[in-house]
């Protein structure tokens, strides 16, 4: 197996990125097509691979090579991965049941690692998330960092998160038992040209109206640029295998002054404000009726959610800036001007 | 069976298992004892999030350490004879979510199982049970419509969905190797709609399927009309249209209902009263008050907590528990089982004739155009011959 050090070139360098046709995958392959790296990207039947190779434009395009593939076929896997150096996962289902997206992101993962680990490819790359922080452990206003576990029981957290803890928990256990070296980048809440910053950590959306929860805590962004760059470092930089990196950009606004901001630039957005005091309260009845009405209405809102996705925290992105070399950048100012202008 | 009552196992742990747990929960003497499914991830993620103690990948190892009065099968459907007899003959009732079996020759396998081992089958028919379904089939017992004539029943299918999704990406989906591909897993739901009323046991019918959509590379869209000694049926399958409806309208002597699962709405159509302009008035007078009785209803039953979009399958499952408990019969009948699965490989079958004969007339009507342009250019040149032989003469 080949190392990833200081001195191995990126360019001409052979890798695979799945997910290559997402929002965060298109960006991480301009980076990579950037660098040099000759890119395979591994797209599911039917994608819109037209539409990517609009947006990395036709000279990127002639060193990318798309393959259509399942993902959860060890044998194509194999196939998929031979000759290639490191492979960065990013692809993942954002919605659905649980059910789904455990076969749509979790087994593809143990697919494609086990394949990873077979073809002895130096290095694992895995796009994870934030969210799967046992963050409700944590005092209020502590600063979440990678030393902050991993959250214990993902099942009472949402399908997504929860499917992204299981991820990750195979993603190390194979790692482990099968000697390949694996790098974890954990980004907060992406945002970007084509998905606005009015994510859940923001607050929820119930029809037209979004209900602003707490509003005084930092939300953890990360532009999509920014994110796109510090996931190309992590395939390349040596000395970091085993290693998990928080991605979130620097000065990052409170979910009131998001809001603020997109008044500012003329969005009309129908508010209804929670207190932080009363976002316990609102999960505390919501989780009474739904037991009540055998779930009539699901228990979308449970204090064990609250507490992990909107208790006022910092977040710190000081080990991606010293062993990634990572800066964010695009600033926020910047990035949400663009954002705004994209029209999202 | 323990002091709580039933246990129940579950195998099979995708999709459709989160709303079979949900609503086994949901009954206070039913305990949800194991889950199982070849894939671990899926059975531990179904065993964490609905508190079950036992996860199993062996159905074998389930039915040994778990022992359970009754096992939900809800794998993919190629799977459920196989599945349902070994249960069977292992002494455990079985649940098998729709569609029964990838054809009827199966579905009498593993009833003629249960008969042998005396344990019972019930089959996910579980909008039969649904409260503006039973509410509907009230009213016209007590002869609200007459006699029934005509059923039509409409199924929209949201292919862009979760599962649609998937079932586009992946050629090698369980649900596009099915004889009748993706309308086999759903259309019993409108089918038995429509056999409450056309009880026939062959009708006469005909049916055809088509892809709206040039990149799906499968149907998408089928029409099935049945005709049955009294009454007629038509079923519209379309996943092309918006919103996706789960719709049935009756049509009798009298006059028709129409029931709307989805919005648990039951509208009437009645004959007016009054004539001409008088008509005109009636007619959104009656829709009113329609209304106000559906929202009345529908208000008190989110009172109640009773809104559930799986309550017909609560019901269903109660019902079938309550029959293994009591030795009694089942909530649906074993000739009903037979009855919409063979109707289903009808509609296959003819499906698959109609596109032949369609493939047939087109090769038919291009060898026709090619002898017509190959007869024109001969008479042409016939002509161009006989003037040419007209000039030297």
Redesign the interface.
């Known amino acids: 197996m080949c190392e990833i050090t200081s001195e191995t070139g990126k360019a001409a360098m052979q890798v695979l990125l799945t997910g290559a046709t997402g929002f965060l995958g298109r960006r991480v392959l301009r980076e990579l097509v950037d660098e040099g790296c000759a890119v395979r990207c591994a797209v599911r039947p039917g994608s819109d691979v037209q539409s990517l190779r609009q947006f990395v434009g036709a000279r990127r395009w002639s060193c990318t090579e798309t393959v259509n593939v399942q993902l959860s076929n060890v044998e194509q896997c194999r196939e998929l991965v031979r000759d290639c150096s490191v492979v960065f996962h990013a692809a993942a289902s954002l919605s659905g049941s649980a059910s789904n997206l455990v076969m749509n992101s979790v087994v593809p993962t143990r697919s494609l690692m086990a394949a990873a680990a077979e073809e002895r490819v130096a290095r694992f790359v895995l796009v994870s998330s934030l969210g799967i922080y046992g963050a409700q452990q944590l005092p209020g206003h502590a600063t979440l960092d990678e030393q902050c576990p991993v959250d214990s029981a993902g099942h009472l957290r949402d399908p997504y998160t929860y499917s992204k803890i299981l991820q990750e928990e195979v993603a190390w256990k194979i790692s482990l038992e099968r000697n390949l070296p694996l790098v974890v980048v954990r980004p907060g809440v992406i945002f970007g040209d084509e998905r606005g910053a009015l994510s859940h950590r923001v607050g929820l959306q119930l029809g037209g109206l979004l209900l602003r929860m707490g509003g005084r805590q930092q939300v953890p962004f990360t532009y999509v640029e920014n994110c796109a760059e510090a996931v190309a470092l992590a395939g390349f930089n040596s000395g970091i295998d085993g290693q998990i990196f928080n991605i979130v950009d620097d000065d990052l606004p409170t979910g009131r002054q998001v809001i603020c901001r997109y008044r500012k630039a003329g969005r009309k957005l129908r508010v209804i404000g929670v207190p932080q005091f009363a976002t316990n309260w609102l999960a505390r009845f919501n989780e009474w009726y739904s037991s009540k009405t055998e779930q009539q209405v699901p228990a979308v809102l449970t204090r064990y959610r609250v507490q992990a996705m909107w208790k006022p925290l910092r977040y710190s992105n000081e080990r991606a800036k010293q062993q990634l070399g990572w800066h964010p950048s695009i600033t926020f100012d910047e990035a949400f001007e663009r954002t705004i202008a994209s029209g999202v | 069976m323990n002091e709580k009552g039933i246990k129940v196992g579950l195998v099979g742990?995708?999709?459709i298992?989160?709303a079979h747990l949900?609503q086994i929960?949901?009954i206070p003497w039913a305990e949800p004892v194991a889950v199982c499914d070849l894939?671990p991830?899926?059975a531990?993620?179904?065993a964490?999030?609905f508190d079950i103690p036992g996860q199993f990948t062996s159905l074998e190892q389930m039915i040994e350490q778990s022992r359970p009065d009754v096992v939900h099968i809800t794998t993919p459907v190629e799977s459920h004879r196989l599945l349902a007899m070994q249960l069977l003959e292992a002494g455990v009732h079985v649940y098998v979510e729709k569609p029964f079996s990838v054809s009827v020759a199966e579905a009498q396998d593993v009833l003629d199982c249960a008969r042998r081992n005396d344990r019972l089958v019930c089959l996910g028919h579980d909008q039969l049970f649904d409260p503006a379904w039973l509410e509907c089939c009230k009213r016209i017992d007590a002869g609200e419509v007459g006699d029934v004539q005509h059923v039509e029943s409409v199924l929209g299918y949201p292919l862009h969905g979760?599962?649609g999704t998937?079932v586009?990406?992946?050629?090698?989906h369980w649900v596009r190797r099915l004889p009748g591909g993706l309308f086999q897993n759903t259309i019993s739901h409108p089918l038995y709609r429509i056999t409450e009323f056309l009880t026939d046991p062959e009708p006469e019918l005909q049916a055809s399927w088509f892809s709206r959509f040039k990149?799906i590379p499968f149907p998408t869209e089928l029409r099935a009309h049945l005709r049955g000694e009294q009454v007629t049926g038509s079923l519209l399958f379309t996943s092309s249209t918006k919103p996706c409806h789960r719709l049935t309208r009756v049509y009798g002597t009298k006059g028709g209902l129409e029931v709307d699962l989805d919005s648990q709405l039951i509208r009437a159509d009645k004959r007016n009263r009054y004539p001409g302009a008088f008509a005109k008035i009636e007619e959104p007078w009656r829709q009113v008050r329609e209304s106000v009785a559906n929202l009345s209803r529908n208000l008190c039953s989110?009172w109640k907590?009773?809104?559930?979009y799986f309550e017909g399958m609560k019901r269903t499952f109660q019902l079938f528990y309550e029959a293994v408990r009591d030795g009694s019969e089942g909530p649906i009948s074993y000739d009903e089982m037979i009855r919409v699965t063979q109707i289903m490989d009808r509609i296959f079958e003819e499906c698959r004739r109609s596109d032949a004969d369609r493939a047939g007339a087109k090769r038919l009507r291009r060898s026709s155009q090619t002898d017509e342009l190959e007869g024109s250019k001969a008479e042409s040149m016939a002509e161009q011959s006989i003037g040419s032989s007209s000039q030297r003469s």
């Open positions: 742990c995708g999709q298992a989160d949900q929960r949901r894939e991830l899926l531990r993620q179904a964490e999030r979760p599962f998937q586009i990406a992946n050629p090698n990149q989110f907590g009773e809104l559930h």
